[in-house]
T-cell receptor, first 111, second 114 residues
């Protein structure tokens, strides 16, 4: 069965700080990996996704993620966060059973 | 394209009442998903359809929940009878062929059962 673990449940950063959110997945087959963002009161939006090829994936708003197959990880990074990045971030894996989401990481950026 | 459309956006009802949530997927998308989001349980997949056929309903919490997709442009999620613990945000999402295709989410229906 596929599963996703996000170890950071709540992260608080100051503006301009660097961000790294952890994501580990469990799935035996070929995976497609996603990061979604949910701004307060809004629906989920795609940040970036990995299908194949270059393991370093760049997404919108300066976010990037690196797929490390040996570690079953797909961590999300941003070199300098802004207050507007305050949101909840979900890692997801597309395996046999549609998309499986992690429990989410709530990011709070303080001005 | 207007994206995934859900209605109503908010619903307040009393325990025991029937609740029907509606979803219109993006035109041309073959897959439709229903999710429930709560603080306690996070984002849960309830059921998904491929070409209007239910593929996996193992996430449906109990028999009070049912979902239908009578055609490619419309799906409903029904709760009968509703209970306070059903209070949550219900999201509909759709995508095209290929498991790696992006899922596009609707704005959600915020349900409160009193």
């Amino acid at each position: 069965a596929q599963s996703v673990s996000q170890h950071n449940h709540h992260v608080i950063l100051s503006e301009a700080a660097s961000l790294e959110l952890g994501c580990n997945y469990s799935y035996g087959g070929t995976v497609n990996l996603f990061w979604y963002v949910q701004y307060p009161g809004q629906h989920l939006q795609l940040l970036l996704k990995y299908f194949s090829g270059d393991p370093l994936v760049k997404g919108i708003k300066g976010f990037e993620a690196e797929f490390i197959k040996s570690k079953f990880s797909f961590n999300l990074r941003k070199p300098s966060v802004q207050w507007s990045d305050t949101a909840e971030y979900f890692c997801a894996v597309a395996g046999r059973r549609a998309l499986t989401f992690g429990s989410g990481t709530r990011l709070q950026v303080q001005p | 394209d207007a994206g995934v459309i859900q209605s109503p956006r908010h619903e307040v009802t009393e325990m025991g009442q029937e609740v029907t949530l509606r979803c219109k997927p993006i035109s041309g998308h073959d897959y439709l998903f229903w999710y429930r989001q709560t603080m306690m349980r996070g984002l849960e997949l309830l059921i998904y359809f491929n070409n209007n056929v239910p593929i996996d309903d193992s996430g449906m919490p109990e028999d009070r929940f049912s979902a239908k997709m009578p055609n490619a442009s419309f799906s409903t999620l029904k709760i009968q009878p509703s209970e306070p613990r059903d209070s949550a945000v219900y999201f509909c999402a759709s995508r095209g062929q290929g498991k790696g295709e992006t899922q596009y989410f609707g704005p959600g229906t915020r349900l409160l059962v009193l």
